[in-house]
T-cell receptor
Framework: AQSVSQHNHHVILSEAASLELGCNYS??????LFWYVQYPGQHLQLLLK??????LVKGIKGFEAEFIKSKFSFNLRKPSVQWSDTAEYFC??????????????FGIGTKLQVIP | SQTIHQWPATLVQPVGSPLSLECTVE??????LYWYRQAAGRGLQLLFY??????ISSEVPQNLSASRPQDRQFILSSKKLLLSDSGFYLC?????????????FGPGTRLTVL
């Protein structure tokens, strides 16, 4: 079945550690890719997005993600995490579906806990 | 700027009771609208989406229904709630003009069915 896979469900890091969260998808064709973040008690919000062009995209708060088409991956990275990065992170893939519409499918999320 | 509202924020309902959750969007016209359910360890499951008034597509068979009586209003309903309907319900919108189809989420409604 077509899906979006996030391999790390719960990650615990110390402050200043580097972060990489994996995301793989199984759709062929043109896709748009996203990372969303949900901080405790807040709305789900967009962290970064990829449509075309440079496969390394930069988002808010020092996050970046690299699209590797051959690996169907869109991993999220941050060189040095902070306590305020504690949140749940969702990878998402947008693709065209029948009728000219588009559909976004989300991964199950990764809970990141940063220890001061 | 665009804003999205959901209410109520929390709701506790007995099994078998009806449900009505409301979502409204401000600052945009003819948005695409979505209802998701977020469950721990399961991510966001798309329940319904709508590209216009009265146009509803269902993603999964379930005990719930959706309606779009106005351009910027999206309602999630049930005639008789089940225990399994408990969860966190998110409404989202996107612009039909957006190449990315990025979605903007509301604050959510925490539903507990007892």
């Amino acid at each position: 079945a077509q899906s979006v896979s996030q391999h790390n469900h719960h990650v615990i890091l110390s402050e200043a550690a580097s972060l990489e969260l994996g995301c793989n998808y199984s759709y062929g064709g043109t896709v748009n890719l996203f990372w969303y973040v949900q901080y405790p008690g807040q709305h789900l919000q967009l962290l970064l997005k990829y449509f075309s062009g440079d496969p390394l995209v930069k988002g808010i708060k020092g996050f970046e993600a690299e699209f590797i088409k051959s690996k169907f991956s869109f991993n999220l990275r941050k060189p040095s995490v902070q306590w305020s990065d504690t949140a749940e992170y969702f990878c998402a893939v947008n693709r065209p579906i029948s009728g000219g519409y588009q559909k976004v499918t989300f991964g199950i999320g990764t809970k990141l806990q940063v220890i001061p | 700027s665009q804003t999205i509202h959901q209410w109520p924020a929390t709701l506790v309902q007995p099994v078998g009771s009806p449900l009505s959750l409301e979502c409204t969007v401000e600052g945009t016209s003819n948005p695409n609208l979505y209802w998701y359910r977020q469950a721990a360890g399961r991510g966001l499951q798309l329940l319904f989406y709508s590209v216009g008034i009265g146009q509803i597509s269902s993603e999964v068979p379930q005990n719930l229904s959706a309606s779009r009586p106005q351009d910027r209003q999206f309602i999630l309903s049930s005639k008789k709630l089940l225990l399994s309907d408990s969860g966190f319900y998110l409404c989202a919108w996107s612009s039909p003009l957006s190449v990315f189809n990025e979605q903007f989420f509301g604050p959510g409604t925490r539903l507990t069915v007892l």
